[in-house]
């Protein structure tokens, strides 16, 4: 509706007379010309120049007239602003130009009609309400036909099978029990490889753990449900832990089961290959100079003067530590301690008066 009615106005606009104007579907016309008709201002002699069609988007000039028009304002334009001199007559003096079409170009209406300009491109692109409407309609209709497509091979599936379409027939007699169940067992088997999904819901006055899975056949992944697990009588760590396990088991799903307690799962398979980690890394974190620097200074802790060389030499001119001293105060101090001294012990032995160098 909203295109019909823009193709009459710009019949409407093709009224004023002129013949070499733009049109909906041309788009303004801009000739560019290396001399344009020449005008009378006074002494002087002007006319139009192509450049503006560079400074002003939307404006378009007339050969017939010698005048410069809008083309969005004498397409779109309603009201009084369709006998403006920019849509009707056409704009030509010259002399004036530079501020009369800036003034234009800046203005409420202008600014409207570009607007207006560019929704009807949007619409163009994106169709018109009716449009998008029908495009949703079909859309709907593809995905209906879809949803009846899944319906029509689950009534040929039970036809087949001779199955209620109401109800379903698990007794233990029945050829097509647990059938689905059976599918996935079959395919978590086959895969060897699965993960597992649980969540607790309270049902009345029962907790009920629902256990799901997610598996791949080849390289489409699938997520199912198993079944309910009852964990109404206890609900810590291990209980249900044991309840998965035994659900797995009720299913001949075969899972190795390496941990006594869930405390053991976590230190098994989280805590010590964390701690290996981190000790396998220690070499890359610090280098040999440190590590040996730091043998040192154990060495030092606990008396060793031979092997706490590579610390003494390190310190002893920042400290103005007398080698041959220390070595003598540091066999006298471990005679002064027990056999396996602590840090206290040192502590408590070694004095500043006593033992400068030490100290």
Not at 260 to 282: E, G, Q
């Amino acid at each position: 509706m909203t295109q019909v009615c823009l193709v009459r106005r710009v019949h409407q606009k093709n009224e004023i007379g002129v013949n070499d104007l733009g049109t909906l579907s041309t788009g303004p016309r801009r000739p560019v010309l290396t001399s344009y008709k020449k005008s009378q201002f006074g002494k002087q002699l002007r006319s139009f120049r192509n450049q503006w069609f560079n400074d002003f988007e939307w404006l378009e000039y007339s050969i017939e007239r010698n005048a410069a028009f809008c083309y969005v304002c004498r397409i779109f334009s309603t009201g009084n602003f369709t006998q403006d001199v920019w849509t009707h007559s056409g704009f030509d003096n010259w002399q004036k130009f530079g501020t009369k079409v800036n003034g234009h170009f800046s203005s409420k209406n202008h600014l409207t009609n570009v607007e207006k300009m560019n929704s009807y491109k949007k619409t163009k692109e994106t169709g018109s309400v009716i449009t998008q409407i029908s495009s949703f309609h079909k859309e709907e209709v593809t995905k209906n036909r879809k949803y009846m497509s899944y319906l029509i091979e689950i009534v040929l599936y039970l036809a087949k099978q001779g199955i209620s379409y109401r109800r379903h027939d698990e007794k233990c007699d029945s050829l097509n029990q647990d059938l689905v169940r059976q599918t996935i067992i079959y395919n978590i088997v086959k895969t060897g490889h699965f993960a597992l999904m649980v969540d607790e819901a309270r049902s009345h006055k029962q907790e009920q753990l629902s256990v799901c899975i997610r598996y791949a056949v080849g390289l489409e992944s699938h997520e199912r449900f198993l079944q309910f697990v009852d964990v109404s009588s206890e609900q810590d760590a291990n209980s249900i832990v044991a309840a998965i396990y035994q659900c797995f088991e009720n299913l001949n799903i075969k899972i190795e089961q390496n941990f006594s307690s869930v405390s053991n799962f976590w230190k098994i398979t989280v805590y010590f290959p964390i701690i290996d980690t981190a000790i396998a890394n220690l070499k890359y974190r610090f280098s040999e100079k440190n590590l040996s620097m730091a043998c040192s200074v154990d060495n030092f802790m606990s008396l060793n003067y031979d092997g706490s060389l590579e610390f003494i030499n390190h310190y002893k001119d920042i400290l103005s530590v007398k080698i041959e001293v220390l070595k003598a105060e540091m066999m006298v101090i471990n005679n002064c301690l027990p056999p396996n001294f602590t840090l206290e012990d040192l502590k408590d032995k070694v004095k500043k008066d006593s033992f400068p160098n030490l100290y």
